[in-house]
């Protein structure tokens, strides 16, 4: 249990350790819900601070304020909004299934934390190091779909119903893009491990896979867009074709975890863009700022953290500036074109990776 331990990020280790006089099988047990909880908060709080930082970008890009009111600089403006959002009343149509109506956002909340379990935010520090994590992080964001299906249905509304089709069709045409980039990255690294894919591009951001895998890396980037239903690509809540598409009858809190949800999946996706692409948690250069000034806790999780900044920052961008697709565009784009690509690239990297020596 000692070694156990010893793996953890110092903040962790040192909350364990204080109760290192409790029986072995609870020491494990708050290791668990300690670990849950650092990731947790600190993702809620993000995604708080990231709307926050979103409303500022497309204000800047537009000239205008933004959020400047609610606490110095507006940075209480997203804590605000929760707030009222928690005070609402939730309403359920008549006509809809409220056991499901209730449920879908739930369901769409938690798997969006569930997928979180075995992201690597730095060397060792994850909660859950699978060897097929890969799969895993697939999987879930696969299951989000029904959530989105759940509230469309559950409405018991043509334009949620509508939504949610629309929705389901498009993210599960742009799940095969994802999937065919995984298997580049993985057949190149050998591993379904998101921390050996991180290992294998330490000693500098030379090694990156963004120089060797650049057609897929924007492939990726261009499938989480689709996948997470934003610009250009937000046809399920095209608001003058569908209002505001499968939400369109939720309110109060129930509204506020779908919120939450997504934001969430952006993260999440921008995360995976630096985990399969840019390193992850490593410096740029080695041995430049590898431990926080002044201390010797680990820096990785601080690159890790402006390495996801940087991809939410461009969905931003993205959002403020790029006018919405067709759905016929939309689906032309991801059967006809990433789907060839990205087929033709697994042979092509499995061949190279053959060639190479590296299977």
Not at 39 to 49: T, Y
Not at 58 to 70: D, E, K, S
Not at 187 to 198: E, R, Y
Not at 299 to 311: E, S, T
Request: include cysteine; hydrophobic fraction near 60%; charge should be neutral.
């Amino acid at each position: 249990m000692a070694d156990f331990f010893h793996t953890l990020g110092a903040p962790i280790r040192w909350i364990v350790e204080t109760f290192l006089w409790l029986p072995e099988p609870f020491q494990y047990l708050l290791y668990i819900v300690a670990l849950v909880l650092a990731i947790i908060l600190p993702l809620l709080l993000a995604v708080a601070m990231l709307v926050y930082a979103e409303r500022k970008i497309w204000a800047a890009m537009q000239m205008r304020r933004g959020p400047n009111v609610v606490g110095p600089f507006g940075l209480l403006q997203s804590f605000a909004d929760g707030l009222k959002l928690f005070l609402k009343e939730t309403v359920v149509p008549s006509g809809a299934n409220k056991g499901i109506f209730l449920l879908a956002p739930v369901v769409t909340f938690s798997l969006a934390l569930v997928a979180w379990a075995v992201i690597p935010f730095d060397a060792k520090l994850v909660l859950a190091d699978l060897n097929v994590g890969v799969l895993y992080v697939f999987a879930i964001s696969s299951l989000g779909v029904y959530g989105i299906l759940m509230a469309g249905w559950a409405s018991n509304s043509r334009y949620a119903l509508l939504a949610a089709v629309r929705s389901a069709a498009q993210m599960v045409s742009y799940e095969v893009s994802i999937g065919f980039v995984l298997v580049t990255v993985m057949v190149w690294v050998g591993s379904l491990n998101l921390s050996d894919i991180v290992e294998a591009q330490a000693g500098g951001f030379w090694n990156w896979h963004i120089f060797s895998h650049l057609p897929m890396a924007v492939i990726f980037f261009i499938s989480a867009l689709a996948e997470t239903n934003r610009t250009p690509f937000d046809l399920p809540e095209a608001e003058a074709e569908l209002v505001a598409g499968y939400q369109v009858e939720y309110s109060s809190m129930a509204f506020a975890l779908f919120w939450l949800g997504e934001y969430a999946n952006i993260i999440l996706m921008c995360a995976l863009t630096s985990l399969l692409f840019f390193g992850g948690w490593h410096s740029p250069i080695p041995g430049f700022m590898e431990t926080i000034p002044f201390t010797d806790w680990s820096a990785g999780w601080l690159w890790f953290f402006w390495k996801i900044f940087a991809f939410f920052f461009l969905f931003g961008w993205i959002k403020a500036t790029l006018p919405r697709y067709r759905y016929d565009q939309l689906m032309r784009l991801g059967w006809k074109v990433f789907l060839p690509i990205s087929l033709f690239a697994v042979v092509f990297y499995a061949g190279l990776a053959l060639a190479l020596g590296k299977i």
